[in-house]
């Protein structure tokens, strides 16, 4: 299948830092990203949806200016957590669809840890 | 939007024995159901997927089987292996825009 590359997989930082996390396509272009919240033995939340050339969409409840989405080419979505604070500890998750046959594939995931 | 429900939530089998996960929809528009399955602390893996013209997939000891009059489709392991435990997710999209995901059923394979 599809191979969608996320990094970091993991990151402790201070309360109050910034983390940006990317994610890439690597062997097809992605108009279209997911990102996704996981917390422990639960679902995967959608936060937003990443549009190449525009502005993110985001879900009822996800803050714009807290978690910063930026899709700059077809290949590559970054999801910057701002200000990060420990409730942010989470782990993040991408994921693209193909433009051919519509399949979903997800990157490895971000573990965050805020102290 | 379309809401998709799962269950059970969770799931324990004896190795060997069939585990079944059902997941209804909502949306009479969705045309695509993948199956994912996700060990802790990876990413989901794609693992099966069927779309709205065909009724039953099968590849190896994995089956999904999809009703669009009922609006539900069906996860089938047989012969289930210990390395099957895992959280697995159904998901509902249409045309590939937009993908909205079950709850999770946790299964659990005892040795």
């Known amino acids: 299948g599809a191979v969608v590359s996320q990094h970091p997989s993991r990151v402790i930082c201070k309360s109050g830092t910034s983390v940006k996390i990317e994610c890439r396509s690597l062997d097809f272009q992605a108009t279209t990203m997911f990102w996704y919240r996981q917390f422990p033995k639960q679902s995967l939340m959608l936060m937003a949806t990443s549009n190449e050339g525009s502005k993110a969409t985001y879900e009822q409840g996800v803050e714009k200016d807290k978690f910063l989405i930026n899709h700059a080419s077809l290949t590559l979505s970054t999801l910057t957590v701002t200000s990060a604070h420990p409730e942010d500890s989470s782990f993040y998750i991408c994921?693209?669809?193909?433009?051919?046959?519509?399949?979903?594939?997800f990157g490895s995931g971000t573990q965050l840890s805020v102290l | 939007g379309e809401n998709v429900e799962q269950h059970p939530s969770t799931l324990s089998v004896q190795e060997g024995d069939s585990a079944v996960i059902k997941c209804t929809y909502s949306?009479?528009?969705?045309?695509?159901f993948p199956w994912y399955k996700q060990e802790l602390g990876k990413r989901p893996q794609l693992i099966i997927d069927?779309?709205?013209?065909?009724g039953e997939k099968k590849d190896q000891r994995i089956a999904v089987t999809l009703n669009k009059t009922a609006k539900h489709f069906s996860l089938h392991i047989t012969e289930t292996q210990p390395e099957d435990s895992a959280v697995y997710f159904c998901?509902?999209?249409?045309?590939?825009?937009?993908?909205?995901f079950g709850t999770g059923t946790s299964l659990t394979v005892i040795p």
């Open positions: 998901a509902a999209s249409i045309t590939g825009n937009q993908f909205y």
């Open positions: 069927i779309r709205s013209n065909v």
């Open positions: 994921s693209a669809p193909t433009r051919t046959n519509e399949k979903l594939f």
């Open positions: 949306d009479s528009a969705s045309n695509y």
